[in-house]
């Protein structure tokens, strides 16, 4: 059977076109709060963040299945000088709605990859203590669980599905994705976004092919230009997404066009809600807003 894609244009905070307990497996990366390369101002404050990402966490209980798995792909912002404690407040709000904390990975980028602020600067200015601040080149992907897994669904699974769900070895192990520190994933091939933070096909990938069988159905609900979705398209997965921007459409059909892939059908809903788009500033080039 050919897979299905479905975008929502409306706000993820009632994904109330997705049955209740229907996905599988949830990939995301939030617009990071008022970042200042991508997403300046975009939010009045850092509550106006968290009630987003807390709205969010509910109905994402609501539409995961039993035993499944949530994954954020995100980490603390500076702004304006001030810390915000992104990965603890998505942690508590993530446990607040049921899930159960499962992990962390660490990806991080190569030591070249510096493009915040160059906080590390000040220390060469001022070659005394407290005037430490590291260059950040990590981000966290965040695994959330909602209960625990039936494993009694594996061995019930037909071989043909089972197979193709199969872990390589030679990924797993080679390529240290047993590690909970993923070194140097980095965006591979030409970049059809403009103006819009992306992260690179390896993250989803990953963890399309350790969290969910062929077949199934990943959800994204900051789905960005599309990453997550092309991903699932590309492993025989199913999917949702959603987005506020009505602009990227054009970039969405176009990645999930260029898998060409004859048997997956790609679906466009459009909710009745006040129109809005993203700022329009530069594009963050290796991390994430979402896909």
């Known amino acids: 059977m050919g897979t299905i894609h479905r975008v929502v244009f409306g706000d993820c905070r009632t994904m109330k076109e997705i049955p209740d307990q229907s996905i599988q497996l949830t990939i995301t990366s939030p617009p990071y709060y008022n970042a200042p390369f991508d997403y300046p101002g975009l939010f009045r404050d850092y509550n106006e963040f968290l009630t987003l990402i807390e709205d969010l966490c509910r109905d994402l209980y609501r539409v995961s299945a039993p035993g499944r798995i949530a994954c954020f792909v995100t980490d603390d912002m500076l702004v304006k000088g001030e810390k915000y404690p992104v990965v603890a407040d998505t942690t508590r709000l993530m446990l607040q709605a049921g899930f159960r904390y499962r992990d962390r990975v660490v990806w991080v980028k190569p030591k070249g990859y510096v493009r915040i602020s160059r906080r590390s600067g000040v220390v060469v200015q001022h070659p005394?203590?407290?005037?430490?601040?590291?260059?950040?080149?990590?981000?966290?992907?965040?695994?959330?669980?909602?209960?625990?897994?039936?494993?009694?669904?594996?061995?019930?699974?037909?071989?043909?599905?089972?197979?193709?769900?199969?872990?390589?070895?030679?990924?797993?192990?080679?390529?240290?994705?047993?590690?909970?520190?993923?070194?140097?994933?980095?965006?591979?091939?030409?970049?059809?976004?403009?103006?819009?933070?992306?992260?690179?096909?390896?993250?989803?990938?990953?963890?399309?092919?350790?969290?969910?069988?062929?077949?199934?159905?990943?959800?994204?609900?900051?789905?960005?230009?599309?990453?997550?979705?092309?991903?699932?398209?590309?492993?025989?997965?199913?999917?949702?997404?959603?987005?506020?921007?009505?602009?990227?459409?054009?970039?969405?059909?176009?990645?999930?066009?260029?898998?060409?892939?004859?048997?997956?059908?790609?679906?466009?809903?459009?909710?009745?809600?006040?129109?809005?788009?993203?700022?329009?500033?530069?594009?963050?080039?290796?991390?994430?807003?979402?896909?």
Not at 195 to 221: Q, W, Y
Not at 245 to 254: C, E, F, H, P, V
Request: hydrophobic share 35%; proline share 7%; glycine share 6%.
């Open 128 to 291: 005394y203590p407290m005037y430490y601040y590291p260059d950040n080149i990590q981000e966290s992907i965040l695994i959330f669980q909602k209960g625990r897994f039936d494993y009694s669904y594996v061995k019930d699974m037909p071989a043909k599905i089972l197979e193709k769900s199969r872990i390589s070895m030679h990924d797993y192990n080679d390529h240290e994705w047993h590690l909970t520190v993923w070194n140097n994933v980095l965006p591979l091939g030409p970049r059809l976004e403009k103006g819009i933070a992306a992260f690179p096909e390896e993250i989803p990938k990953r963890l399309i092919k350790l969290f969910s069988f062929h077949g199934e159905t990943v959800l994204d609900p900051f789905l960005g230009s599309g990453t997550t979705m092309k991903v699932a398209q590309e492993l025989g997965r199913n999917s949702w997404g959603y987005e506020i921007d009505r602009g990227l459409k054009k970039i969405i059909a176009q990645k999930l066009a260029n898998d060409h892939q004859s048997d997956s059908k790609v679906e466009f809903r459009f909710r009745q809600e006040p129109r809005k788009s993203r700022p329009t500033v530069p594009c963050k080039h290796l991390t994430a807003h979402s896909s």
